[in-house]
């Protein structure tokens, strides 16, 4: 009877394992496009006793185009909503990015051209990771990206679509790059304009999230001099970014992003924004509430944002 039962333990393993590779094999942006939440996450992989990161959150997201987004944090609890109060320690518990990537099935690799990251020494680096997908988990690894911690493992979980997306709904996801950002009035006076300083982008998902990257305004991000930041160089990465996952909400004309980890601003912050589409559907200008100015003037933040890829590519039917 025990040796039975070793028996059909191990051909449940090694069927389990063949599986998986198989399904490795056979990845393509298609299979992956989806939003997938952190499971567990695992550092100093290259050490003898790799750590187990307690309660980790994150967020990552594919289209069938070759978009990706990434955010992740490590800490147990959230920081206080002062980040720049310890800009190191806030760098070394968030971590993430936007850009391309692309499925090298050969080597059960993906390869990521990172965009804008909450790092400048990612910002524009191309890296890999080793991948395993086995039903609705997908195992990323790190192979040869800066801050890896001596080695990283993801464990992510697929999240299935929201039930019968609306119209609007289905207009607004998708990778939306950032263009420009002005301050008018609701009269329609330009009060200024301003651009940041890399590629940004908001990502809104049919599993009902939201991933935001905003680089600092006018800042050109500058690659760390080492691995570990001085408080001055993570200071100055951290100034004016904007970055953070949430839940998504879609109201006629309006859209809420109801955050759960995030940098800036914090963890249950709840944001409403007007969304106006251009009659082509390939920008967006995504409102911010009006309030009044020291001249008494109502004045709103009004971001235009370049449409990626749409719900077709989201749902990895394109």
């Given at each position: ?87 190191v320690r806030t760098l070394a518990t968030y971590g993430g990015f936007w850009g391309d990537y692309r499925v090298d099935a050969a080597q059960k690799r993906l390869v990521f051209s990172a965009r804008g990251a909450i790092s400048p020494s990612i910002t524009a680096r191309e890296f890999s990771r080793a991948f395993e997908r086995a039903g ?183």
């Amino acid at each position: 009877m025990t040796r039975f039962v070793v028996l059909f333990v191990s051909l449940a393993f090694l069927w389990t394992a063949e599986k998986a590779d198989a399904q490795s094999a056979a990845e393509t942006p298609a299979t992956l496009a989806s939003s997938w939440t952190l499971v567990s996450m695992e550092r100093a992989l290259s050490s003898e006793k790799a750590e187990r990161a307690q309660q980790p959150r994150g967020l990552l997201i594919f289209d069938s185009a070759g978009h990706a987004f990434e955010w992740f944090t490590v800490a147990s609890r959230q920081l206080p909503d002062a980040p720049l109060t310890d800009p190191v320690r806030t760098l070394a518990t968030y971590g993430g990015f936007w850009g391309d990537y692309r499925v090298d099935a050969a080597q059960k690799r993906l390869v990521f051209s990172a965009r804008g990251a909450i790092s400048p020494s990612i910002t524009a680096r191309e890296f890999s990771r080793a991948f395993e997908r086995a039903g609705d988990r997908l195992t990323l690894t790190t192979i040869d990206e800066p801050h890896a911690q001596g080695g990283t493992r993801w464990v992510w979980e697929r999240v299935p679509t929201v039930d019968n997306l609306s119209p609007l709904y289905r207009q607004v996801v998708g990778f939306w790059e950032y263009v420009v950002e002005k301050r008018v009035t609701t009269a329609g006076e330009v009060l200024s304009e301003q651009k940041r300083g890399g590629p940004s982008v908001i990502v809104y998902t049919p599993g009902g999230f939201v991933g935001v990257h905003f680089l600092p305004i006018n800042t050109k991000p500058s690659p760390f001099a080492a691995d570990v930041p001085t408080v001055e160089e993570a200071r100055a990465a951290l100034q004016g970014y904007v970055g953070y996952f949430g839940a998504l909400t879609v109201y006629p004309g309006q859209i809420f992003h109801n955050i759960l980890s995030g940098i800036n601003p914090g963890p249950g912050t709840v944001l409403r924004r007007f969304a106006e589409f251009s009659k082509d559907g390939k920008e967006i200008n995504v409102k911010f509430p009006p309030a009044a100015d020291q001249q008494g003037r109502m004045v709103r933040t009004l971001v235009t944002l370049r449409r990626l890829s749409g719900e077709a590519e989201m749902l990895g039917k394109r």
